[in-house]
């Protein structure tokens, strides 16, 4: 494997499911051939000493396709070794690429390539970035499409879907469950739909919440339970409350919960739910997954 240096503003301890791509593919890779360099968070400090590659992060919270910025990476790939660097995104940070005299490639996972890649002034810049990559790594063929409609022509792609931890996400046997259930609060036997996500507009929660009442209908004891935090969350409860839902309100029919603990209680589910919505950008309608 080359020796590399990924340079992303996601990436563990901060939660979010960029931040779990990469994090579950770099901590399987050799660790005398990485290098990170990220962003600072709450508890980093702590997370960087237990792994075994190198992690390094800077002062700003946010990389920019600054000159300090590309410096900096430059003076990082020359201490590590790194052959290759690895940009996530592709915009804006990426755009730092062509200034470190390097080999690159690019992480990209979906609307961080539709959007800018529509726009005009970035679709220009995002073209420059992903023509000059040696590698274009894509979470799926939706990315990997919209790349090469954004490059004009065809690029070195390669899908690496996310993968599953299948230690950490295994099922439980009944009595785990039902102790589980028990300290979320939720009935024992009863159906269960799960959906864990940043409680955001466009993640299609509210669709879920309207969901429920119709599947109480049916169903009459299956339980709904959205798990997350987020800007939405106030007004995702009091669609829960709402009379036109009834089946989306704890203890009539088909049940949501916004437990904060129950991401990590995945395992007690029946079904899991992970709604997409449509969001609009400088008049752009795009999917988002």
């Not at 396709?65 to 940070?93: C, F, K, N, Q, Y």
């Not at 961080?112 to 679709?123: D, H, I, N, Q, S």
């Not at 065809?154 to 950490?168: E, M, Y």
Request: proline residues 7%; aromatic residues 4%.
């Amino acid at each position: 494997m080359r020796r590399h240096l990924l340079v992303s503003n996601d990436f563990p301890p901060k939660v979010g499911g960029i931040q779990s791509y990469l994090w579950e593919l770099w901590r399987r890779l050799p660790a005398e051939a990485v290098a990170v360099h990220t962003t600072p968070y709450a508890g980093a400090d702590q997370f960087d000493a237990a792994q075994s590659f190198a992690i390094t992060r800077s002062r700003e919270s946010v990389l920019l396709p600054t000159p300090m910025v590309s410096r900096r990476v430059e003076r990082l790939a020359e201490v590590h070794g790194a052959e290759l660097v690895i940009w996530d995104p592709a915009l804006p940070v990426g755009h730092a690429a062509h200034r470190v005299h390097r080999p690159y490639a690019v992480v990209l996972h979906g609307a961080e390539v539709t959007v800018p890649g529509r726009l005009p002034g970035t679709r220009q810049l995002l073209r420059r970035v992903l023509r000059g990559a040696s590698l274009v790594i894509c979470a799926g063929r939706y990315s990997a499409a919209e790349a090469e409609r954004a490059a004009g022509h065809p690029l070195p792609t390669v899908i690496v879907s996310p993968g599953v931890d299948t230690d950490r996400f295994r099922p439980l046997d009944a009595s785990e469950r039902s102790s589980v259930r028990r300290e979320l609060g939720l009935p024992v036997d009863a159906p269960l739909v799960v959906s864990v996500s940043r409680l955001v507009p466009r993640k299609g929660m509210d669709t879920l919440v309207r969901a429920a009442s119709r599947l109480s209908k049916r169903i009459p004891d299956a339980v709904v339970a959205i798990a997350g935090s987020g800007r939405d969350r106030a007004r995702l409860e009091g669609l829960g409350g709402d009379d036109r839902c009834p089946g989306s309100t704890v203890g009539t029919g088909a049940r949501r919960t916004l437990a904060g603990s129950l991401w990590r209680r995945r395992r007690v589910l029946d079904v899991l739910s992970k709604p997409m919505g449509w969001a609009r950008t400088g008049g752009l309608r795009h999917r988002v997954f």
